[in-house]
């Protein structure tokens, strides 16, 4: 019976686990009289138009399209680069349609050791980030395409907060205006936009286009970019994938923060007000001689309805410390799962160990190390309870057997749970201490698993030897092997407690069956699992050590209770064997 509980228990968070990573999040309805797919500026990197909502960008680079003829009263006549930089990241802007190029990040490395990317550059048909579209074409073409005055362009190599003023003004009027503002230090943009003299709207979409652009790294443990929405009114943020996307892809309401996302980096508007906003689902394919999966990105743009004056925008890491220190409400964008009251004080753990230690991979060894420790006592208590049950499995089985050609219908079956409910009192065994203590420990192992998976600490940080990135699966799979291999002893040590034999032989394939789904884990978490189980291993012989060796009573078969011969001429009839600890003699009456 205990087995049949853990493998329930193991079962439904199985399921539980499953149900929330694949089922389908209700997608919020669309706002009365909005249109159907968003107006995406497909023009290309260069000058981009207003074509109609689509859903796929374009195959090929858009080719430029033309600018008003008017001349350009203050602009530059020759494109250009601006480069700034902060403590955090380097910033590229292009002084044609004063537009962000390129964002690096400094303290994240991609695949080449180089400071991680976050703007998509392989997808020419979409638009950069800060493409502004108005209602009228014509304006959109030009305020994109032409060529700004730039002042604010800090020395090469000075770091410090930053202004960019990017202008432009032609003959006929039409003047745009496009302010930037990073900080010393952080991961924000501040962003403002003035139209005026033309005919289109004073408050323009801001198109970011593609994001996140670290989805090259297809070898990444990493979930797809999702979008994602915070309403002010919302207690979790939503996230939509391309598949509700398609279904619906503009929304209005007043928005905490709002943009895309994936496993390890975010860029969304920080409270943006009430707004619009809209995506597009994109999907890259793989160049011609790769083998690497098609990725999936979304391009989304914001549209303020208050005005597109100091509008922030966060591009950097799902770093818990750096949302904290920004607004408490942006650490809900890590997702967390339904452990995260769990998950944060471990995280902050993590840290200070690694304070201590200066390697997240043997941090993980020390913090699991402490988590065991603490949980020691339950799972103490959990194998002397199913000691217990070992002990009185004879006597559980004979009854069992005494009733075992009655249905499950028949009232006289009830008698069999009466006579093992007296036998569990007499003896001090309580079925479900075995299981409950473990139960407890469940919520750790959880947090843990979403701790490990999601945290950018991890991205990256090496273990030792062949281990040079915790967020990435074991190239050489030994540590899943390791698993596999102490789970396996970890099952044989278990004291047997009855059941089906099946059963028990399905309980020793488990390990099998668990070390090929974790193949692909990231190595932070295997880490984890195989600590455990070591502990687990090294625990269970402590405590046999300490309880002693099991007293297993054995019950006689029924052919051999007969009548003996006793001496001095005595006979005696043979005692009913024991039923729930309790013995019954029948004395016969001497010759």
């Given at each position: 019976m205990e087995r049949r509980v853990l493998l329930a228990i193991f079962l439904s968070f199985l399921v539980l686990y499953v149900y929330r990573a694949l089922v389908v999040t209700p997608v919020p309805k669309p706002a009365a009289g909005a249109p159907a797919a968003a107006p995406i500026a497909a023009g290309g990197r260069g000058t981009p138009s207003q074509p109609e909502a689509v859903t796929n960008p374009p195959a090929a680079t858009a080719a430029p399209l033309p600018i008003a003829a008017a001349a350009p009263a203050i602009g530059e006549g020759r494109e250009r680069d601006i480069r700034v930089e902060n403590r955090d990241v380097i910033a590229v802007f292009t002084t044609r349609g004063a537009r962000l190029k390129s964002l690096r990040l400094k303290h994240y490395l991609d695949q080449a050791r180089q400071p991680q990317e976050l703007v998509e550059k392989e997808i020419e048909s979409l638009p950069l980030p800060f493409t502004l579209q108005t209602a009228n074409e014509q304006t959109t073409r030009v305020i994109n395409g032409a060529v700004y005055e730039v002042s604010g362009d800090p020395a090469a190599g000075a770091s410090g907060p930053v202004d960019l003023r990017f202008q432009y003004r032609d003959d006929d009027g039409l003047r745009s205006v496009k302010q930037f503002h990073l900080d010393a230090s952080g991961y924000i943009i501040t962003f403002g936009a003035t139209i005026a003299g033309g005919s289109g709207d004073e408050t323009p979409t801001i198109h970011w286009g593609p994001a996140v652009g670290d989805a090259g790294e297809v070898s990444r443990y990493s979930q797809k970019a999702e979008a994602l929405l915070f309403g002010a009114a919302d207690t979790k943020p939503q996230r939509l994938q391309a598949k509700d996307l398609s279904k619906q892809s503009v929304f209005d309401g007043d928005f905490k923060f709002a943009g895309v996302d994936d496993n390890y980096f975010m860029i969304v508007a920080l409270s943006p007000g009430p707004c619009k906003v809209s995506y597009q689902p994109v999907t890259v394919p793989p160049p011609a001689s790769s083998k690497d999966p098609a990725r999936e990105l979304v391009a989304y743009s914001v549209r303020p309805l208050q005005g597109t004056q100091n509008v922030k925008f966060f591009a950097g890491p799902k770093d818990f410390d750096v949302l904290v220190s920004i607004n408490s409400d942006l650490t809900q964008a890590i997702n967390f799962g339904m452990f995260a009251v769990i998950v944060v004080p471990l995280l902050r753990s993590l840290k200070w160990v690694h304070g201590y230690i200066g390697n997240y991979g043997w941090s993980i060894v020390i913090l699991t190390i402490i988590i065991n420790a603490i949980m020691f006592p339950l799972r103490h208590k959990?194998?002397?309870?199913?000691?217990?049950?070992?002990?009185?499995?004879?006597?559980?089985?004979?009854?069992?057997?005494?009733?075992?050609?009655?249905?499950?219908?028949?009232?006289?079956?009830?008698?069999?749970?009466?006579?093992?409910?007296?036998?569990?009192?007499?003896?001090?065994?309580?079925?479900?201490?075995?299981?409950?203590?473990?139960?407890?420990?469940?919520?750790?192992?959880?947090?843990?698993?979403?701790?490990?998976?999601?945290?950018?600490?991890?991205?990256?940080?090496?273990?030792?030897?062949?281990?040079?990135?915790?967020?990435?699966?074991?190239?050489?799979?030994?540590?899943?092997?390791?698993?596999?291999?102490?789970?396996?002893?970890?099952?044989?040590?278990?004291?047997?407690?009855?059941?089906?034999?099946?059963?028990?032989?399905?309980?020793?394939?488990?390990?099998?069956?668990?070390?090929?789904?974790?193949?692909?884990?990231?190595?932070?978490?295997?880490?984890?699992?195989?600590?455990?189980?070591?502990?687990?291993?090294?625990?269970?012989?402590?405590?046999?050590?300490?309880?002693?060796?099991?007293?297993?009573?054995?019950?006689?078969?029924?052919?051999?209770?007969?009548?003996?011969?006793?001496?001095?001429?005595?006979?005696?009839?043979?005692?009913?064997?024991?039923?729930?600890?309790?013995?019954?003699?029948?004395?016969?009456?001497?010759?």
């Open positions: 959990s194998a002397v309870s199913m000691r217990k049950m070992q002990e009185i499995q004879p006597e559980v089985k004979a009854i069992q057997d005494r009733y075992s050609k009655l249905k499950a219908t028949d009232p006289a079956k009830q008698k069999m749970n009466q006579e093992l409910m007296a036998l569990y009192r007499e003896r001090g065994v309580n079925p479900a201490a075995g299981c409950v203590p473990m139960l407890l420990t469940f919520p750790v192992l959880f947090a843990m698993w979403a701790l490990l998976q999601t945290s950018i600490e991890l991205r990256g940080a090496p273990w030792f030897g062949w281990i040079h990135d915790l967020s990435s699966h074991d190239p050489y799979y030994v540590l899943p092997v390791l698993m596999g291999a102490t789970s396996f002893w970890q099952q044989k040590m278990m004291p047997a407690t009855g059941g089906d034999p099946a059963q028990q032989k399905m309980m020793m394939f488990m390990p099998l069956f668990m070390m090929f789904i974790f193949l692909w884990l990231p190595a932070g978490a295997l880490i984890y699992y195989v600590v455990t189980n070591i502990w687990t291993i090294g625990q269970q012989y402590l405590t046999n050590y300490l309880i002693g060796p099991p007293n297993v009573r054995t019950m006689r078969p029924a052919a051999e209770r007969r009548l003996k011969r006793v001496g001095g001429g005595k006979t005696q009839a043979a005692a009913n064997d024991r039923i729930g600890g309790g013995k019954t003699e029948a004395t016969a009456n001497e010759r």
